[in-house]
Nanobody, 122 residues
Framework: QVQLVESGGGLVQAGGSLRVSCADSGRTLITYAMGWFRQAPGKEREFVAA????????SYADSVKGRFTISRGNAKNTVHLQMNSLKPDDTAVYYC???????????????WGQGTQVIVSS
């Protein structure tokens, strides 16, 4: 059973940076594609970014391209989302996700973390 745990959320001012991370406490995630979704208050959950098992393939939502970077740790057991030039619209609960398959369009992961709150103040 994949159990994803996010960390690194918090409060940051607009224009600032924040990094959120995700790992599974009990297993390696090297065979899983990983990614991030977010859900703002009153809105549906939306895709943010994803990365393939090898780390060679990445995809991003248009709203975060050029500002966010997804990466895997050296042992590929963790995934990070570096968020720069943050805007108040980026305020949301950020969810880590994993799946054995990867696609750069319409990715639908099977496993989810509990989420970590990111608040961007204006």
């Amino acid at each position: 059973q994949v159990q994803l745990v996010e960390s690194g959320g918090g409060l940051v001012q607009a224009g600032g940076s924040l990094r959120v991370s995700c790992a599974d406490s009990g297993r390696t995630l090297i065979t899983y594609a990983m990614g991030w979704f977010r859900q703002a208050p009153g809105k549906e959950r939306e895709f943010v970014a994803a990365i393939s098992q090898s780390g060679g393939g990445t995809s991003y939502a248009d709203s975060v391209k050029g500002r966010f970077t997804i990466s895997r740790g050296n042992a590929k057991n963790t995934v990070h989302l570096q968020m720069n030039s943050l805007k108040p619209d980026d305020t949301a609960v950020y969810y880590c996700a994993a799946d054995r398959s990867y696609t750069n369009t319409n990715w639908r992961p099977e496993y989810w973390g509990q989420g970590t709150q990111v608040i961007v103040s204006s």
